[in-house]
């Protein structure tokens, strides 16, 4: 299970973007994290070009097929389609990893348990 954001594991951290403008503001090694694929589709283009890694929020299994399709590094879901989404990741093989947003780490065994790919603590999302 990847755990990224918690204060003992150094980690990836994650940069909120929407316009290119904040892609190239951006430090250096972030993973550039999209909210709505629909959005930024053209963003996540470039970024797919640029091999820039890139990360896309995912509430139902459509965007985070469409996630896969465009090579993101990380899909990010919520509680409701954690378990969904991460049941296609497994049956399609996905190189993107599903990762579920917690806020305790006491929630790291639960999630652990429904064979999820990993977490990610509030910290590591700017």
């Known amino acids: 299970m990847t755990i990224i954001g918690h204060p003992w594991i150094v980690s990836e951290h994650f940069v909120t973007v929407d316009s290119m403008e904040k892609i190239k503001k951006s430090p250096a090694g972030s993973i550039l994290l999209f909210d709505d694929l629909a959005v930024s ?6 970024c797919k070009r640029e091999g820039l890694p890139f990360a896309l929020r995912a509430e139902e299994a459509k965007t985070a097929l469409f996630a896969h399709a465009l090579n993101a590094r990380y899909i990010i879901t919520g509680r409701e389609a954690a378990k969904a989404i991460q049941k296609l990741a497994q049956h399609y093989l996905f190189d993107t990893q599903i990762l579920i947003k917690i806020s305790d780490e006491s929630e790291i065994e639960t999630y652990a348990g429904m064979g999820l790919d990993g977490v990610i603590f509030p910290a590591a999302i700017e």
């Open 41 to 46: 589709i053209e963003l996540v283009h470039y």
